[in-house]
């Protein structure tokens, strides 16, 4: 297994304003790029030659990733004109590939945290002799999901949308962004259009008898699409409940990257990340969250599952909780944000001019 296409396509809007400078699979996540993390998982399984399908800011991955050496990859680029979705994605970046026609081929979303063994999923579509074989898990309320029943043999049955009642829970199985196709299945998706692999690729291939193959691997699965998500996912990478051999220091309750400076009594729990040029103030105490490089937490900040993005400025006493503070924006003292606030990239709020409170 050498070959794998990464699809980093997306515009990450759920994210904003993390995603207003940078692409998703570039916010950092403990410390690195979150696609940092998931090209050394790859390498670390024995892929060696990457695609990557881009579109949106794609002009910032090659410029930091470069032809991929330093991390033991050949990376290329591949740029959508216009947004083609997973499956007019994968399509799109088919003549990059060099696998022969039954050879396997990795597939990955930019926006999963997830401890899946990759050998294994690739061993699974050999053995099984599978034209597409799927990264699925279990999850408790499926509900959010489309669910994905197989059989006893694991060969997938259906595709079904969100389930709307009890009824139409049949699985708690999900499909969770991973993927091996046969090289030759991905020549079947139509080209130079918008394609959903998830509603329309998968499903067509079913209904024209194909072997799709479903592993069950219910280790560490997160998707980052939300605020929220993103800064736990950050958070259980630093503490090592997410696997990575990319986290740029030792798991724990804090990894504080070169050049940042902490104030010797701040707190800093539960996975906080402090990024490169960061200053803490005295008293501050961080729990859960991210602050990007070069931003600022005066002294006495309190901050819980937040993310506070490169530059911007926490005046001191201000509280914030899960909380995304955009890129250069300043939040003043004495200030008090909650749960879903979000300050967009370079605003200004002066100080004790908001006061958020879940309790209001």
Not at 211 to 233: C, E, I, K, N
Request: aromatic share 4%.
């Amino acid at each position: 297994m050498t070959e794998a296409i990464l699809l980093v396509g997306g515009k990450g809007t759920r994210l904003r304003p993390l995603t207003v400078n940078t692409p998703k699979p570039m916010v950092p996540a403990a410390g690195v790029p979150f696609l940092t993390h998931q090209l050394a998982r790859a390498r670390a399984a024995g892929v060696e030659h990457i695609v990557l399908a881009t579109s949106y800011l794609a002009e910032v991955f090659e410029p930091y990733f470069g032809d991929g050496s330093a991390l033991g990859l050949h990376l290329e680029y591949v740029t959508e004109e216009e947004p083609l979705g997973t499956g007019g994605a994968i399509r799109n970046v088919a003549s990059r590939l060099r696998s022969g026609p039954d050879d396997p081929v990795l597939i990955f979303n930019g926006d999963i945290l997830t401890g899946l063994d990759i050998e294994a999923l690739v061993a699974t579509h050999r053995s099984s002799g599978a034209d597409v074989s799927l990264h699925l898990t279990r999850v408790e309320d499926p509900r959010a999901f489309g669910l994905v029943p197989t059989d006893a043999d694991g060969r997938v049955q259906a595709f079904l949308e969100k389930p709307q009642s009890p009824e139409e829970i049949v699985t708690d199985q999900i499909n969770a962004g991973a993927y091996v196709f046969r090289r030759s299945v991905i020549d079947t998706i139509p080209a130079d259009r918008p394609v959903s692999v998830e509603r329309e690729t998968f499903p067509d291939l079913l209904a024209s008898g194909a072997h799709l193959q479903g592993m069950v691997d219910s280790t560490y699965w997160l998707d980052l699409g939300t605020p929220q998500a993103f800064v736990r996912g950050s958070a259980d990478l630093v503490m090592g409940r997410a696997p990575s051999p990319a986290v740029p220091g030792r798991c724990g309750d804090r990894l504080v990257l070169p050049s940042a400076s902490v104030a010797s009594d701040a707190k800093l729990t539960g996975g906080t990340v402090i990024g490169r040029g960061a200053v803490i103030g005295a008293g501050a105490r961080i729990d859960g969250s991210a602050i990007l490089e070069g931003a600022t937490v005066e002294a006495g900040a309190v901050i819980s599952a937040s993310l506070i993005g490169a530059g911007a400025r926490i005046g001191a006493r201000t509280t914030l909780s899960g909380v995304v503070i955009g890129d250069g924006a300043s939040v003043g003292a004495d200030n008090e944000l909650c749960e879903g606030a979000r300050v967009w990239c370079d605003a200004t709020l002066p100080p004790a001019s908001v006061r958020f409170s879940s309790d209001q």
